[in-house]
């Protein structure tokens, strides 16, 4: 396992980080996500510290609080000393029936830090992120209430998760010009089936330094190789909650060039996938979640996945974005002068 900074921070975190979304379900979506109850989610934070993750991410609004719970509840139980995990979770979704039981409003967000402070058991939150973008809150004041965490010391860092990189680029000016707790890292979407982050967020996050983590980095799924172009299988969380959307006969012509690379590796296809996103420079760290330890132990082992510059360029040609304005005409406009970067 091998530990990357977070963003600009001083903050290292482990190249993959445990995804607790499959804790605690019971009904409804997150149930078909996950129903993994106290013994089965300490197994799975066990097998993840024992290959050297120390990364751990949740949010309050997975099973309504009960991931967070089991969490905390995890690392008491396993005796773990707190220096040695960095914990991130998340705030935004509604957390009651009122309608300020939600967003990223400065009472919403110190009302659930508190809350989600007491359901993990910590004196602190490592990465505190904001789970999506809330158009009906002035992004200074989301950003002044993580400050005030921050000063507070309840939170280490602040993060952002699927946030558009104009949205990202005006929050990192706000916390520049206010000097307010900086942004370090973008949660985001981004697989072999689904590079739109490579348009505009990616360029975005490298001219920030701004970290990414990587959720559902196998497409829910779907690049785990499970299922054939007639979307038959007998298994997979596909099969009850089809998300996150994806161009499925783009996926599967990814899925054939992916087995033959596993079949010459003598790996899987999931690990195919997850490595091609740790061979990505913007990539810090990749979350990922399981129902079982054996199912963990095969997304770990993709650490040791190494892709030559042949499988790369593979992956590439089947995977590549579609041409798009303005980023064709900044690629044709910027050849007069970048060429001179490389001699």
Known sequence: MRYRRLGHSGLFVSEMCLGTMTFGGSEGMWGQIGQLQQEQADGLVRTALDAGINFIDTANI???????????QSLKNL?????DVVIATKVLGPMGEGPNARGASRGHILDQATASLRR???DHIDLYQIHGFDPATPISETL??????VRQGLVRYVGLSNWAAWQVVKAVGVTEARQLAPIVSLQAYYTLAGRDLEREVVPMLQSEDVGLMVWS?????????????GGN???GRRVNFDFPPIDKDRAHDAIEV?????DGKGCSVAQVALAWLLHQSAVTSVIVGAKRGDQLEDNIAATEASLTPDDLDALDAVTRLP??????????????RAHLLKS
């Not at 002044?144 to 965490?149: F, I, M, P, S, Y």
């Open 144 to 149: 002044g209430a993580l400050d005030t965490l």
């Open 120 to 122: 993990l058991q910590l």
């Open 217 to 229: 980095p196998l497409a829910g799924g779907f690049l785990s190789g499970k299922y054939d172009r």
């Open 233 to 235: 299988t007998s298994e």
């Open 79 to 83: 005796g773990i000393a707190r220096e």
């Open 323 to 336: 041409a798009e304005y303005p980023g064709w005409m900044l690629e044709r406009q910027g050849e007069y």
């Open 62 to 72: 997975y099973a309504n609080g009960r991931s967070e719970m089991i969490l905390g």
């Open 258 to 262: 992916m087995r033959r690379i596993a």
